[in-house]
């Protein structure tokens, strides 16, 4: 066996003493031998493999606890290591996206594109928005709840003996912010925190309700954008110019398997699992984490948000049909309802539709 100094071993994985010597402690890269005498610490040739993964994967930013699992994992199933890093870098890229357009939106308010009252920025633009939930055409009650009011537009898909005291109970704990933001109490950058704050309060709603909870996906209308607050699946969506495109990513363990890469897309429509949530609103330990995003809003913008009765059963190319061709929300909800049910109906379905107008 070829043992390598701790200098010479640093060299050759481009790591350098001190980093190796954190990772020995750390438990994730642990030399081959320790002099029991000097403390020198020996590396093995056969770990220069182990080292240089770390340093890339460090390079991309991943924890290294996380680094740790995947080195472990591409010992033994390569495959298996790689679909890891996919889903980190699938996470990283969504995490960016929504730091992205948080960015943006300081930028504009730092550069005087924004201002601090509400109502210079609520013109010219506004919204004419429908919206409706029912039961399908299976179920026996409506656990769904929608909302479409002034500023905020809400979706909610309950589950469980409650589901639709929860579903409820959730919406209702986000209309202070709309009642905040018409009043003009609600600064341009508080919108997510106070978003945020308010999907604490929805989970504390249903704390009560037993073995009970719900999703909620909600828009914020400032005038000049959209604050976006999502957990679970429930889905929003964003038709600009005839091209549909999704804001939202399921919290489901389906949808997981597909950022990873051990599910496409065709397999996951008809997968047994395909309804379970890894994220919802039910009152247990620990604060519920929600997509948290802002988005710029245009005139002519069609925006829907819809529970998993419509987004499973109707096709995108259809939606993207539906929302186009509508003359106005309205009937768009007319005409994505009537597909839902031609579908099979086999859930209770929700949707909110709202168009962006110049006024």
Known sequence: MGLLTIGAFARVSRLSAKTLRRYDELGLLPPARVDQFTGYRYYDDAQVERA????????????????GRVCDLAETDKAAAAREIRAYWTQVESETSA???????????LSGKDTDTMDRIIMP???????????????????????????????????????????????DALKPVEAAAASGALRPGDLLNTLEDAVHRADTTVRGLPESGTTLTALLWTG?????????????YLL????????????????????????????????????????????????PRPDLRLHEARAGDRLLLCSDGLSTTVPEATVRQCLTAAAAPEAAVDALMARAH??????NIACVVAEVIST
């Open 240 to 287: 600009r110019r005839g091209t549909l495109r999704r804001l939202t990513n399921d919290h489901t363990v389906v949808q997981s398997m597909v950022d990873e890469g051990s599910l496409d897309e065709a397999e996951a429509a008809g997968h047994p699992q395909r309804a379970m949530l890894l994220r919802a609103l039910d009152g247990g330990d620990g604060r």
């Open 52 to 67: 240089r993964l770390v340093a890339w994967l460090r390079r991309i930013g991943m924890p290294l606890a996380r680094v």
């Open 342 to 347: 031609d579908g099979g109906g086999a859930d």
């Open 224 to 236: 000049s954008g959209l604050a976006l607050a999502h957990i679970g699946d429930t889905r929003a």
């Open 125 to 171: 633009l506004g919204m004419h928005c429908a919206a409706r939930s029912d039961r399908g055409l299976v179920r026996e009650a409506d656990q769904d709840a929608v909302y479409a009011g002034t500023r905020l537009l809400a979706v909610a898909d309950g589950f469980g003996v409650a589901g639709a005291a929860a579903s409820a109970a959730a919406i």
């Open 99 to 109: 730091r992205r357009g948080l960015a943006g939106f300081l930028v504009d308010q």
